[in-house]
């Protein structure tokens, strides 16, 4: 049973506070001195010229407690201890606010303490995600170390058996159903529609969560891993303000904790990005996480709906901007979106090397429906990993003979058949010069009633030549010699979409686009 602080105590708490936070004010860290203040629902972030302190404001909310002294110390304590793995740069102590014998506040000092902080460092608030979705294309370098950070964020999770996991996802949809219902100018029947298509697809999904949750899935990860809460540091991404205030909102499954990201992603326009956070985390997390890929929509849909549900609470409170409901109007019609995601296509991109295949399935991909995109599976890369080599590892000639081969296409279609089963469509990044390849992955789409899309890319050979003596780093092992051998090949009869690559990757992603079904955008935040 929980005992709640009498009215007069909590009054006398938040009394007490607004002292700590009227010196705080004055000080250097407050507007006064030349810092700056942020107020949220639940802290006071106060900025100072290299550090900040963040109060734990003195309330009581459905979902935490900070109505006494020693609870706030307590969360302060927890959030340096949540946060130490993700980002050790920034957490640097918990620190009491004292009073000393004159009666005077101090921070830091060896007098009573009166309030607790979270020390931290300070960084541009410019290189948060959210700030950088908003004003530029997330590069693809910059993606791929997002997902590096979370994927190592989850690597280091404990694992948790999942029974509080499971048996909170159904009131995550009601809360968030609740709170729309009250919402003046939300369509009810939109409102119900995701509502019911939340809670069917619970139900649908319901083996598979139990299964993950058995498998080690669930863990106690970051819990509210939207944009805003990742930021650029020293050119790194870090990952910050993790949940501390309720383990079991941050305890979930591991796809869960990721959809935040890819979610807030798409909703600022940021499909490219999304799909390279994407495979870059399942590149790393390997295939036992692509059973898994048919919770996406619904993770996907329930982060838009709580993002949604927050921002339409803030946007209740005196001095908030109509532009705070739109913003959260864009999330919960996002939600709509993602809980009814289009059929998965499958698309397979060949051509002879040098052709730009592995730069158009980049391009591509996060275009193609359903969010976040197609996951790409690159010959080269299979063929690496098939004989225990890291991807720029230069193989043999003997790597190459057509019984090799013909196990890289083999392992190709296996995967291609398990993402698509998912739900989740799937490009094909590798040559198929035979007839036979081609024919079998045609099938292998009709089997699964999945539309394909074949894309044949054509070049001269002095553009084949040029890119691939260009190439640094790379899984790909074509060399000139490779590419002039090619040139005598019986491709045979090509019934895909051929398309002209001699070009920029720009014109060539123009070309091979109007081929495609592609991701409607967003309204721009």
Not at 8 to 30: C, I, K, P, T, Y
Not at 195 to 203: C, F, M, N, Y
């Amino acid at each position: 049973m929980t005992v709640r602080p009498p009215a007069d105590a909590a009054a006398a708490e938040a009394d007490n506070q607004q002292h700590v936070l009227d010196f705080l004010d004055s000080s250097s860290f407050g507007p006064a001195g030349g810092g700056k203040r942020i107020d949220t629902h639940a802290s006071i972030v106060f900025l100072g010229a290299d550090r900040a302190l963040k109060i734990k404001r003195a309330v009581r909310l459905p979902f935490l407690d900070y109505s006494t002294l020693e609870k706030r110390k307590n969360a302060c304590e927890e959030e340096l201890k949540v946060n130490a793995g993700n980002a050790p740069q920034l957490y640097r102590r918990v620190v009491p606010i004292t009073r000393n014998s004159d009666g005077d506040l101090e921070i830091g000092g060896s007098g009573t303490a009166v309030e607790w902080a979270v020390e931290m460092t300070r960084f541009d608030e410019k290189q948060s995600l959210d700030r950088i979705a908003a004003s530029k294309t997330i590069d693809p370098s910059l993606a791929t170390a997002v997902a590096d950070a979370v994927l190592r964020s989850h690597d280091r999770a404990p694992r948790d058996d999942g029974k509080g996991w499971l048996a909170s996802i159904l009131p995550i949809i009601d809360r968030n159903t609740v709170k729309f219902r009250t919402v003046r100018g939300l369509d009810s029947a939109a409102i119900e529609q995701l509502d019911a298509a939340s809670r069917g697809a619970v139900t649908t999904l319901q083996p598979l969560l139990r299964e993950r949750a058995g498998q080690g899935f669930v863990r106690r990860c970051h819990g509210d891993l939207h944009l805003a809460n990742v930021a650029l540091v020293d050119g790194k991404p870090l990952l910050f303000d993790a949940i501390e205030f309720n383990p079991v909102i941050a305890t979930t499954d591991i796809l869960y904790d990721f959809a935040f990201t890819l979610m807030d992603l798409i909703h600022f326009n940021q499909s490219a990005a999304a799909n390279a956070v994407f495979n870059g985390y399942l590149a790393q997390a390997g295939e036992k996480d692509f059973d898994g890929l048919r919770l996406l929509p619904l993770f996907l849909s329930m982060r838009a709906a709580i993002r949604a549900h927050v921002l339409f609470v803030k946007s209740e409170h005196a001095g908030e901007s109509d532009a705070v409901w739109q913003e959260a109007k864009r999330y919960f019609d996002l939600a709509g979106r993602l809980i009814a995601p289009k059929p998965p296509i499958l698309v397979a991109i060949g051509g002879l090397s040098g052709t730009g295949k592995s730069v158009l399935a980049r391009g591509l991909a996060g275009l193609i429906e359903p969010p976040p995109g197609a996951l790409i599976v690159r010959s080269d890369v299979v063929r690496k990993c098939l004989l225990g080599t890291s991807e720029t590892t230069a193989l043999p000639e003997s790597a190459y003979q057509s019984d090799t081969t013909e196990r890289v296409y083999a392992a190709l279609s296996s995967t291609a058949q398990r993402v698509l089963i998912q739900g989740c469509s799937v490009a094909l990044d590798a040559a198929y010069l035979q007839e036979a390849e081609r024919t079998e992955i045609e099938s292998l789409a009709a089997t699964h009633s999945a539309r394909f899309v074949g894309l044949f890319l054509t070049t001269d050979l002095a553009t084949r030549l040029a890119r691939i003596e260009q190439r640094k780093g790379d899984a790909s092992d074509a060399t000139r010699s490779v590419a002039l051998k090619q040139e005598t090949f019986a491709i045979g009869a090509v019934k895909w979409h051929m398309i002209d690559a001699s070009g920029t990757p720009e014109q060539s992603l123009c070309n091979a686009r109007v081929f495609l079904p592609l991701v409607p955008d967003q309204p721009r935040p």
